[in-house]
């Protein structure tokens, strides 16, 4: 079992900055990568950022630039670095851990609201 709780997301104008917190707890020794996905109403979940075991990145070609996912193994979290924000990234941000928990693949957070102002 995994358990991820974010935080840190909210209110802000355009241009302006926001970090992101996922703290992961139960058996993380089994996780390989971790993602930030995001939804708007009527819209299907977007994979934003992705770091794997290793330390490689990778981000969706809207956020490239702008945002940054990193994460600090000592406290099993995972970070969403979001700079020079726009109104379009307002969104429900998701936390997503992929590992192998035998037939369990991976977990999802419970989502923190980010809204952009213009």
């Known amino acids: 079992q995994v358990h991820l709780v974010e935080s840190g997301g909210g209110l802000v104008q355009a241009g302006g900055s926001l970090r992101l917190s996922c703290a992961v707890s139960g058996n993380t020794f089994a996780i390989y990568a971790m993602d930030w996905y995001r939804q708007t109403p009527g819209k299907q979940r977007e994979l934003v950022a992705t770091i794997i075991t290793g330390g490689v990145t990778t981000y969706a070609d809207s956020v490239k630039g702008r945002f940054i996912i990193s994460r600090d193994n000592a406290k099993s979290t995972v970070y969403l670095q979001m700079s020079r924000l726009k109104p379009e990234d307002t969104a429900i941000y998701y936390c997503?851990?992929?590992?192998?928990?035998?037939?369990?693949?991976?977990?999802w957070g419970q989502g923190t609201q980010v809204t952009v102002s213009s």
């Open positions: 997503n851990v992929r590992g192998t928990w035998g037939n369990v693949h991976d977990y």
